[in-house]
């Protein structure tokens, strides 16, 4: 059985009393879900919802914690990690991360960075050897799948576009999820909502179809 962990990040929901305002990303990741499920109906889905239930920052009692050996942890601890835990076995057991996030400030939404803080952690989901040089650290899961949904108010941020140096959400993910075990990453993207022209109605329409073509490619990898 495939086993998907499905993330929204948008502080929007997907029904507001104006249209204008339900969450793009919210929407795209959806219907991936709708249309995989109507593909491979066994699938199990992890859902959180990381706008509205925004996971603690970290801090340092947190990361006492997290150098503290196992076997010494306190009792109050293992309770600041307790979260933590569950996230990461979320993520440990997902084959797919489906992650959907609007572009706040040319970057991630604070709930996701706190979300990525919690789960990326050492002796949990990567190493850190010294004698590997260099690059030091190294995942310990592997072999998943990410497919990130984004919306942008703007456009041009894809490699080569207009806005490419200013694009400091995609490329943070990709990076930092490689210590999540992901192995292939696919980003389909909603831009020029702000504009609100017909250019933002295409561009959200082409997401759609990159959706179902992404669906159909994944199913027959599995």
């Not at 499905?6 to 507001?16: A, K, P």
């Not at 920052?57 to 503290?68: D, M, Q, T």
């Not at 490699?159 to 943070?172: D, K, T, V, Y």
């Not at 295409?202 to 179809?209: E, I, K, V």
Request: some cysteine; hydrophobic content about 35%; glycine content about 4%.
């Amino acid at each position: 059985m495939t086993t998907i962990l499905h993330l929204d990040t948008s502080v929007r929901s997907l029904c507001n009393s104006r249209e204008s305002h339900n969450s793009i990303s919210r929407k795209l990741a959806h219907n991936f879900r709708e249309l995989w499920e109507m593909k491979i109906s066994n699938t199990k889905f992890i859902y959180r919802d990381l706008g509205t239930n925004p996971p603690c920052f970290i801090n340092e009692a947190w990361i006492e914690a997290v150098f503290n050996p196992e076997e010494q942890r306190t009792t109050k601890q293992k309770s600041l990690l307790a979260l933590s835990d569950e996230l990461i076995d979320e993520v440990v057991s997902a084959d797919i991360i489906l992650l959907s996030t609007p572009m706040y400030n040319y970057g991630m939404p604070a709930s996701l960075k706190a979300w990525f803080d919690q789960v990326i952690r050492v002796n949990k989901t990567f190493t850190f050897d010294l004698s590997r040089g260099d690059f030091p650290l190294q995942a310990i899961p592997s072999g998943k799948t990410m497919v990130l949904i984004t919306s942008c108010g703007e456009f041009g941020f894809h490699a080569g576009g207009i806005r490419e140096n200013m694009n400091h959400l995609s490329p943070h993910i990709e990076v930092v999820s490689q210590y999540l075990g992901v192995e292939k990453f696919y980003e389909i993207r909603s831009e020029y909502q702000e504009f609100g022209d017909q250019r933002h109605e295409a561009s959200r329409n082409n997401a759609y179809a990159e959706i179902v073509n992404l669906v159909e490619r994944l199913c027959v990898e599995l």
